[in-house]
């Protein structure tokens, strides 16, 4: 009986613990207009002890894809905790919190398309082939308007669009540039990861050079249109050139020109980068995680 209390005593003691030197995870299913939608939040180590302060957040897209491989797609993710980790532990930047939220299968690239960004005629062709309605509006509505303030209530964060960054690959990328475009009342920093600038299947672009100038053309009236000068905003951008990446160039270069032509200085307020040799796959983006949170959460000191 004694064995027995002493491993129940052991048990509560672990449940109620602190975050560890890795920090900790919470994970919730949370209602909304789009659907239930699961989440998953990492406090960074410390958030338990120091009561008072409070902390950045840094938004995630695919969130099978962020942090535990058993839950993953590929068996591979960002690791976006361990990157996290690294960047605090070198004191790059003030400890923050992640939250990571899951995609909704199938119904993906609907729920990521940046809706705003394609003419009627595109949209039209791009909803009768998904065979439904593009979502990326209601998405950004369910992140700024439903999500966010439940995690602003739940946990101490600093709420301001300074200090809330959002980050995403391929049609994550996508939703990512465009939350930031579209919600700069909420999201003040993305990084847009290998994204999926043709919009959509790029061997078709290939084989119909008008409705790939029509894509590119666009990009160009919605950057011109609806970006803005950056105000205290930031931007990552980037591209591998191998698997689906190495389709990507002819577009990014669209999007880096209407970009720095709304006033964004390259360097300052954004980047745009390129890495040779590298494929469309968690592993590669992982692999600059450190660095691309690194230059684009600089400004969330100590």
Known sequence: MTRFLLALVALFAALAAPATAQGRFVEFDQPA??????VTVWLPPGYDKDTKRRYPVLY?????NVFFPKRSNFNKVWAAD????TLINARKVAPFMIVAVDHPGPSRFLRYFPTRVVSAPLRQGTEGFAKGKLGGDEYLSFLGDTLKPVIDARYRTRPQPRYT???????GGLISLYALTER???FGKA????????L???DLLAKQPMMAAGVKADWKRYLSTRLGT???RKLWMDHGTETLDASYAPYQAVLDQGVADAGWVRGKDFESRVYKGTAHEENAWAARLPEMLGWLLADWRR
């Open 60 to 64: 995630m897209h695919d969130g099978q």
């Open 184 to 186: 700069a009342d909420i």
């Open 200 to 202: 959509i299947d790029p």
């Open 230 to 232: 950056p105000q205290g």
């Open 191 to 198: 990084a847009a990861v290998s994204t999926h600038s043709p």
């Open 33 to 38: 207009d789009i659907g239930q939608v699961h």
């Open 82 to 85: 361990k990157a996290a980790l």
């Open 165 to 171: 960054a959002v980050a995403g690959s391929s049609m």
